[in-house]
Nanobody, 119 residues
């Protein structure tokens, strides 16, 4: 069974840093795009950052210059380095990946990890 497992969330003061990880496991043939989303209380889930298999990236305007997405294709893992964190970054962060196995692409989500930034 293919699954995504996230780690690295927690409580940090404003201005601090956190690094999130998301590892895919199971009978995976290949992984296409890998993304990080977040959802704050009372708000819709929003795309934070995206990275293609080739390493091209894009970011939400609110995190440009502060967050960096990267991936290790050999480990089927995507990372989100978050610096200069702000209270408005507080949310549950989810990873998402488009994974190819059993002849088709599948859209998978992680369980979410809480990031809380105190002022």
């Amino acid at each position: 069974q293919v699954q995504l497992v996230e780690s690295g969330g927690g409580l940090v003061q404003a201005g601090g840093s956190l690094r999130l990880s998301c590892a895919a496991s199971g009978s995976i043939f290949s992984i296409n795009a890998m993304d990080w989303y977040r959802q704050a209380p009372g708000k819709q889930r929003e795309l934070v950052a995206d990275i293609t298999r080739g390493g091209s990236t894009k970011y939400a305007d609110s995190v440009k210059g502060r967050f960096t997405i990267s991936r290790d294709n050999a480990k089927n893992t995507v990372y989100l380095e978050m610096n200069s964190l702000k209270p408005e970054d507080t949310a549950v962060y989810y990873c998402n990946a488009v994974i190819y196995y059993n002849g088709i692409y599948h859209d998978h989500w992680g369980q979410g990890t809480q990031v809380t930034v105190s002022s």
